[in-house]
């Protein structure tokens, strides 16, 4: 599919980060994108930079949902592409014990459940909204594509380390996400991937300490630095554009493994 004036794009979580950098760089090449995020202030100044429109998003709120969309379909038409990057990190052992009292507890069962509702199921509510717009488009080329879903999970879909049960988990539920979908959408000629970033430099990243980043980056193989966000960005362009792209879920990780912990 070729990214040009004639696209219509929704990035969720499109107001910072992996996100913004998607958007950023469809928009350089002329798609008209809208930016779903809670972030109101940085989200309309960055739709207003690429000349897109902002909608205020919560992703795992449906009636929020079907607000946006309606927004960014009034402003650009019907999306081809949809790029979900909204999602939450958290952090949370199964169980603990603690060492000075030696009292057992387990992870708060609403932070798993919030963790799930945002990263999976924002991801799925929006997949579904999306899906059944796209097919209702005119098929475009000899191949009979309509549309492109990108979801974002995290290298931790397969090195979950201590702590991240929760996130991991929900991680690699988006993952798991694509291959049924594009099978349930084949016919309709909607292809599904997914990216597994590493260790990039988002706004959390940049809050920690620069020892803490500069350890981190000596932790990845090649090149021994943090990813940068426009990295993320210049992957989803080619997804978009290589057509033979689907349920793939690709890691751009700088070869790094998770350890434990």
């Known amino acids: 599919m070729q990214i040009d004036t004639n696209l219509a794009a929704i990035v969720t979580g499109g107001a910072s980060g992996l996100g913004e950098a998607s958007a950023r760089a469809m928009a350089a090449k002329g798609a008209k994108v809208a930016l779903f995020d809670l972030n109101e202030e940085r989200g309309e100044a960055v ?46 052992k199964l169980t603990r014990r603690d060492r000075d009292t030696g009292e057992i507890s387990h992870l708060d069962f609403d932070l798993f459940d919030k963790t799930i509702a945002i990263n999976l199921g924002g991801t799925f509510r929006c997949m579904a909204m999306a899906a059944a717009g796209m097919m209702a488009l005119d098929p475009l080329g000899d191949s009979g594509e309509r549309g492109v879903m990108i979801n974002t999970a995290s290298v931790a879909a397969d090195d979950g380390q201590i702590g991240q049960v929760a996130y991991a988990a929900s991680k690699a539920a988006v993952k798991g996400l694509a291959l049924p979908v594009a099978r349930d959408l084949m016919s309709e000629g909607i292809r599904v991937n997914t990216i597994q970033p590493g260790i990039f430099m988002t706004p959390m990243m940049a809050g920690l300490p620069e020892k803490a980043q500069v350890a981190l980056a000596a932790s990845i193989p090649f090149p021994k630095r943090l990813g940068q966000p426009e990295e993320y960005g210049r992957l989803a362009c080619f997804i978009i554009e290589n057509e033979y792209l689907n349920a793939e879920s690709i890691r751009l990780d700088g070869a790094i493994r998770m350890p434990p912990k």
């Open 47 to 92: 739709a207003a930079e690429i000349g897109g429109v902002f909608c205020k998003v919560d992703v795992s709120d449906r009636a929020s949902l079907e607000a946006g969309f309606a927004k960014a379909r009034a402003a650009h038409g019907q999306e081809r592409v949809l790029i979900n990057c909204a999602g939450i990190g958290t952090i949370g």
